[in-house]
């Protein structure tokens, strides 16, 4: 469901009905006249609906966590702040860029349109910039040539929503300015090569094999992983996230109904 769309609506429909009313229907109404029940609802959210299309569409979104993709950076259920500016001004609903602001950074967490369906939201790490050069060797991230810096931290396990990771082992990874924690499951492979698809765009840009993958990523598109390194599907399997999918960066989360601790947290 694209909410942003349907904020769009309710606001053309409600201001519509308090623009007609102050320009035609109104005219000759008295100054202390009952104002008609939709008019008077119209003049009421009109407001509420704008100010609130505007900080989602310019400003700040709320997200959920719904799967288990970026565990441990974020478990399922929490609720997240994405920064809506920091990749540029985008017009709602079309996402076109208006006005330049920044880029995607190796490192970050980004909510962005998955390719193959725009309507569904996905949150991975952004893994590999424009022309950068991705490799995944035994559970190896290699950027343009160089290891990734990963240095073991202790296991990690998390049973919830039906999903059970007992043998996760947790590494400190750092990719640009960021520093955080990946987890890896020793028994399963770097990537399924049978459920790689085959028909996305520059496909011919990467190579797989039992041991891992290759891929240079095109201009204008990026590389996604998720932290849950072994249970997530991304860049991987389904391709690179064009530069029109963007959505923005993931920075803190907000809420989670079953660990109030977690409440405030800034995502690394």
């Given at each position: 469901m694209n909410f942003a769309l349907i904020l769009f609506v309710a606001l053309l429909i409600s201001g519509g009905i308090w623009l007609f009313d102050a320009l035609v229907t109104g005219k000759g109404r008295a100054k202390d006249a009952k104002l008609p029940l939709l008019v008077d609802y119209a003049r009421s959210f009109?407001?509420?609906?704008?100010?609130?299309?505007?900080?989602?569409?310019?400003?700040?979104?709320?997200?959920?966590?719904?799967?288990?993709?970026?565990?441990?950076?974020?478990?399922?259920?929490?609720?997240i702040l994405v920064n809506k500016y920091d990749y540029g001004i985008r017009?709602?609903?079309?996402?076109?860029?208006?006005?330049?602001?920044?880029?995607?950074?190796?490192?970050?967490?980004?909510?962005?349109?998955?390719?193959?369906?725009p309507s569904l939201d996905y949150i991975k790490r952004v893994i590999g910039l424009p022309g950068d050069v991705v490799e995944y060797r035994e559970k190896q991230l290699i950027i343009n040539g160089r290891p990734v810096p990963l240095a073991r931290v202790g296991e990690y396990q998390y049973v919830g929503?039906?999903?059970?990771?007992?043998?996760?082992?947790?590494?400190?990874?750092?990719?640009?300015?960021?520093?955080?924690?990946?987890?890896?499951?020793?028994?399963?492979?770097?990537?399924?090569?049978?459920?790689?698809?085959?028909?996305?765009?520059?496909?011919?840009?990467?190579?797989?094999?039992?041991?891992?993958?290759?891929?240079?990523?095109?201009?204008?598109?990026?590389?996604?992983?998720?932290?849950?390194?072994?249970?997530?599907?991304?860049?991987?399997?389904?391709?690179?996230?064009?530069?029109?999918?963007?959505?923005?960066?993931?920075f803190m989360i907000w809420w989670n109904f079953g660990e109030f601790g977690r409440i405030g947290h800034f995502i690394e």
């Open positions: 009109f407001p509420v609906i704008l100010v609130v299309f505007l900080l989602r569409s310019f400003l700040v979104e709320p997200f959920k966590i719904p799967s288990g993709s970026m565990l441990p950076t974020l478990e399922i259920g929490d609720f017009l709602p609903i079309i996402n076109q860029k208006l006005i330049e602001v920044g880029q995607p950074q190796r490192g970050d967490v980004m909510v962005f349109r998955y390719p193959k369906d929503s039906g999903l059970n990771y007992i043998n996760g082992q947790t590494y400190q990874e750092v990719l640009g300015e960021h520093r955080h924690t990946v987890m890896i499951q020793p028994e399963a492979p770097p990537v399924v090569v049978h459920q790689v698809e085959g028909d996305f765009p520059y496909r011919d840009n990467c190579t797989y094999n039992e041991s891992g993958f290759k891929c240079r990523v095109p201009e204008g598109h990026y590389f996604m992983m998720g932290d849950n390194r072994d249970a997530s599907n991304d860049s991987r399997y389904w391709g690179f996230v064009p530069d029109r999918n963007i959505v923005g960066r993931a």
